[in-house]
């Protein structure tokens, strides 16, 4: 109702002499008398509408009809079919691809997310230091995480290339190691392969303990050297307590990255999820379900069960916080 | 100075013992550590430097294993009508440059002097010196970025980046305001909602949204790269808004008390004052938005739509024998992240304080 139709309505209200009861429903239609308050709250509400319509027409609403979805046959040509928990049962019971998928996603989880974690950490304490030419050294280390995606799969698929590439010379002529794996090629050695491609961009998680070293006050330090801490000592009692909410941070975006992780398989193995399937991770065969087979329904079980994995893993995080994570209260900003 | 550890076990610390004084430890572990940041940096480049040397060789300076980082090629001679490899050989005491005719058996092979092909002398191939010269094809560039059409893949990455930046900025700036400036019943709860999606697997929304576009004919259309952007994202929003508060508050109730809509103080006093985190903001979304492959890949099917990144692994699907050309490629699409990052490294250490990771 515009300003004019709801000024016409009281005009038309008072000629007929009732005056209305100002009730909240009412004045919830008639801008004019708001009070500063309320009319505060519309206003916040006016700013954030984009986001209140983009989150029901593009996340709320398509995660109710995910989860219908999820209980139907449907190949998008015909409308969806009924299947009750069908889809489900399938899942657990009879596909052996969705436990392969999903072993072979924690087996790359549990490779990369350790290692890029304690990577990161080291290699930020490294560059934490006074030392000559540190813009340079941080500028190369932080430089692949800016080129992430396909042009590094692509790259990385070469440097692996046991015929043209640059790693097995380098392992046989320098380590003198005599049968380097095939890597990629190598059922055995494509998921690690797959993890040293992830740690070589390990500068987005290094960039972030960067800051939060830098945001650790050095009076602490002081105070501990006075009290007599030799370097290992603050940096077991000093360094590491204040940054493990930092770490807690990686963590958290690391596994749930980890579980949706994709386009640098997707070009390594041209969406096959290649050599004989062991680099088919999760994701993967989530996606080969919905758009190679157009499985929509199983596709969209596939994504609530990965949901709930990822929210699990990510509340057994959270809920082991108070083990080893250390805030500090009042240095919030 | 030297010092004393009274306290501790005898043999606690050699290193300390080694080197005497604490300023000289110092020095060494400032040098220990910068030989392993270098060292590191190095593995970290490595592939880096692969990829240009391999993008600046020919096929024939392909085949050489292993792959040198400095693109060499071996000097070739002409003798009698032919291409020879041109070597540095010693003959009584003498180097001379001579081209390699002919192989004979046991690793020997004949050799002569082009000025003078009639002597030949025959020789330990093994015991000889190659010529090389280095030798880059910058044509690489040219015929990578002509077989396939990637103007066009250039062309589309441009519009999807930078109309969906503008979109992202504008919104994410509003609904951050919203969030940081106001109180009304209901907008905690909703902030909370925001930030837990952030978490939400994309997976979960995408077939029903993908349907939704296939209903709506904007499958193979730029728009569904674009649209949601105007929206709202919530990561954008959760960094503007840690931003915006900490912009203070009598600003605001200054151009309040003068008059100023919250639509003016928004425009006038808060984005001005954001300019670093807008940037910041910005930054991120480009590179996310030119390195996303996932997206392009599900909603872009013809050719002419496609994306860098959906383009350069086609690219490579197809041609991948064609070495040099590929790199090439990939080459040019870092470029432009490279130099992004370049002019605005500082932004980077910045946009991940305002984002509030500490605590």
Redesign the interface.
């Known amino acids: 109702m515009t300003y004019k139709q709801s000024e016409q309505a009281m005009a038309a209200s008072e000629i007929a002499g009732n005056k209305p009861a100002p009730g909240k429903l009412y004045i919830l239609f008639h801008p004019r008398q708001w009070n500063l ?1 309320q009319r ?9 509408s ?6 029901l ?3 709320l ?3 109710l ?2 989860f219908y ?1 999820s209980f139907t046959e449907y190949n ?1 040509l015909d409308p969806p079919v009924w299947t009750g928990i069908d889809n489900y049962r399938t899942v657990f019971f009879e596909d052996p691809l969705f436990w392969h998928s999903l072993s072979r996603t924690i087996y790359f989880a549990a490779l990369a997310l350790p290692l890029g974690l304690a990577f990161g950490l080291l ?1 930020a304490l ?2 934490n ?5 540190v ?1 340079l ?1 941080r ?6 995480s ?6 590094v799969a ?6 692996f290339n046991p ?4 790693l097995n ?2 392992l046989k ?1 320098v380590l003198g190691i005599e049968n380097p794996p095939g890597w990629l090629n190598d059922p055995d050695w494509a998921i690690p392969a797959l993890v040293m491609m992830s740690l ?1 961009g390990i500068g987005g998680t290094m ?2 303990y ?3 070293l830098q ?1 650790i006050p050095t009076h602490l330090y002081e105070a501990a050297k006075i009290d007599g801490a ?1 370097s290992r000592q603050r940096f077991r009692h000093v360094t590491l307590p204040l940054m493990t ?2 770490i807690f ?1 990686n963590l ?1 975006i690391g596994l ?1 990255a980890s ?2 992780y ?2 640098e398989v ?2 390594a193995t ?1 969406g096959e999820g290649g050599p004989v399937r062991s680099t088919l991770v999760y ?1 993967l065969y ?2 080969q379900n ?2 190679r087979f157009f499985d ?1 329904g199983y ?2 079980a ?3 069960v ?2 709930i994995i ?1 929210l699990l893993a ?1 509340l057994l995080v959270f809920r082991s916080t108070p083990m080893w994570v250390h ?2 209260g009042t ?3 | 100075m030297t010092t004393t550890t009274a306290k501790q076990p005898k043999n606690y610390n050699i290193f300390k013992r080694i080197t005497g004084s604490v300023r000289a430890r110092t020095y060494v572990l400032k040098g220990f550590t910068t030989i392993v940041l270098a060292l590191g940096a190095f593995i970290i480049a490595v592939p880096l430097l692969f990829m240009i040397s391999t993008a600046l060789k020919d096929r024939n300076q392909l085949r050489a294993s292993p792959p040198p980082l400095i693109p060499w090629e071996t000097t070739m001679v002409e003798v009698d009508g032919k291409e020879e490899p041109l070597y540095e050989v010693v003959v009584d005491g003498q180097t001379q440059e001579m081209a390699l005719i002919k192989n004979r058996p046991e690793g020997k092979g004949l050799f002569v002097d082009p000025a003078n092909p009639e002597v030949t002398y025959e020789l330990v191939i093994a015991d000889q010196k190659e010529k090389r010269h280095i030798e880059i094809h910058l044509e690489n560039f040219k015929e990578a970025l002509t077989s396939v059409p990637f103007d066009r893949y250039l062309i589309n990455t441009l519009i999807i980046t930078f109309v969906g930046m503008f979109g992202m900025l504008l919104s994410s700036s509003l609904v951050a305001y919203g969030f940081a400036r106001f109180r009304a019943p209901g907008l905690n709860v909703l902030f909370i909602v925001l930030l837990s999606t952030i978490m939400l697997p994309s997976q979960v929304t995408l077939i029903p949204v993908y349907i939704l576009y296939q209903k709506l004919g904007w499958v193979d259309t730029l728009l569904p790269l674009i649209v949601p952007l105007f929206f709202a994202n919530a990561y954008d929003v959760f960094l503007l808004r840690q931003f915006f508060m900490t912009i203070p508050l009598e600003m605001d109730e200054a151009a309040r008390i003068d008059g100023a809509s919250y639509l003016q103080v928004f425009w006038h006093i808060i984005l001005p004052q954001s300019r670093p985190a807008l940037v910041a903001v910005g930054i991120f979304h480009f590179l996310f938005a030119w390195n996303d492959f996932y997206e392009p890949l599900i909603f872009l099917h013809s050719r002419e739509n496609w994306t860098v990144a959906v383009g350069l692994q086609t690219f490579n699907a197809i041609y991948s024998v064609n070495t040099h050309l590929i790199m090439a490629a990939s080459l040019v699409m870092i470029i432009p992240p490279i130099i992004i990052f370049f002019f605005s490294q500082k932004i980077f250490t910045q946009g991940v304080v305002i984002s509030g990771v500490k605590g």
Not at chain 1, 50 to 55: L, M, Q, R, T
Not at chain 1, 139 to 144: D, E
Not at chain 1, 146 to 151: E, H, L, N, P
Request: aromatic residues 20%; glycine residues 8%; proline residues 6%.
């Open positions: 308050r505060e709250a519309a206003a916040a509400y006016a700013f954030i984009p986001w209140i319509v983009g989150f027409i593009f996340t609403g398509p995660m009809a995910s979805f998008i290699i490294l560059l230091q006074d030392i000559p030419g813009n050294w500028t190369i280390y932080f430089l692949p800016v080129i992430a995606g396909v042009a692509i790259l990385w698929i070469r440097i015929r043209i590439g640059i010379p380098f002529g070589w960039i972030i960067l800051a939060g945001g030799n909410p930092v941070y958290v749930i579980f949706q994709f386009t997707y070009v041209n994701n989530l996606y919905a758009f929509m596709a969209s596939l994504a609530w990965l949901f990822v990510t805030y500090e240095t919030r900003r």
